[in-house]
T-cell receptor, first 113, second 116 residues
Framework: EAQVTQNPRYLITVTGKKLTVTCSQN?????MSWYRQDPGLGLRQIYY???????DKGDVPEGYKVSRKEKRNFPLILESPSPNQTSLYFC????????????FGPGTRLTVL | AQSVAQPEDQVNVAEGNPLTVKCTYS??????LFWYVQYPNRGLQFLLK????DNLVKGSYGFEAEFNKSQTSFHLKKPSALVSDSALYFC??????????????WGLGTSLAVNP
């Protein structure tokens, strides 16, 4: 089944404790992206990747890192999480050109205390 | 500035009645428009898209959307609503200022409640 998977689905952590949210897609998509979803702010892009070893900042990259060592994986790293990073996070992927459909993972609900 | 607006935070409709979820946009080029749906505790799912061609686009689950260039709108419609259609609906448009980034500009979402 074609899908985007994220782990963990739920995470409660404390300020400053490094964490990684994994994202994997099995559709051989070139493009992958991370979003955060907050009430009243909608979906905002954190980072994106055009292909392996090619990543760039989205609209709200501060406090986050990503890597793209393999085509299928695009982990989101919070080196020192803070309470303002409490949010719902989505990973997405798409095949190619700009009009392509984006496929979303199930989401990771992160709470930073 | 490019933008997407969903003027209604919530839409309520009775089961069996037609539904419309509104979306208007402002972009600098030809619009690539999308509708996504988010069910509780789930990720966003693609419903339909308009790239070019027929202004009436048909999508998943019986949904359709009408592209209206003069009104810069892309309203989502369904002839007969189901209780299971209750969800959060997002309209999005490709960001032409994003270069190679396939970023979409998202509306804030409209919560659809279909009452039995």
């Amino acid at each position: 089944e074609a899908q985007v998977t994220q782990n963990p689905r739920y995470l409660i952590t404390v300020t400053g404790k490094k964490l990684t949210v994994t994202c994997s897609q099995n559709m051989n998509h070139e493009y992958m992206s991370w979003y955060r979803q907050d009430p009243g702010l909608g979906l905002r892009q954190i980072y994106y990747s055009m292909n392996v070893e090619v990543t760039d900042k989205g609209d709200v990259p501060e406090g986050y890192k990503v890597s793209r060592k393999e085509k299928r994986n695009f982990p989101l790293i919070l080196e020192s999480p803070s309470p303002n990073q409490t949010s719902l996070y989505f990973c997405a992927s798409s095949l190619g050109a700009g009009q392509d459909t984006q496929y979303f993972g199930p989401g990771t609900r992160l709470t930073v205390l | 500035a490019q933008s997407v607006a969903q003027p209604e935070d919530q839409v309520n409709v009775a089961e069996g009645n037609p539904l419309t979820v509104k979306c208007t946009y402002s972009v600098s080029g030809n619009p690539y428009l999308f509708w996504y749906v988010q069910y509780p505790n789930r990720g966003l799912q693609f419903l339909l898209k308009y790239i070019t061609g027929d202004n009436l686009v048909k999508g998943s689950y019986g949904f359709e959307a009408e592209f209206n260039k003069s009104q810069t709108s892309f309203h989502l419609k369904k002839p007969s609503a189901l209780v299971s259609d209750s969800a959060l609906y997002f309209c999005a448009v490709r960001d032409y200022n994003a270069g190679n980034n396939r970023k979409l500009i998202w509306g804030l979402g409209t919560s659809l409640a279909v009452n039995p």
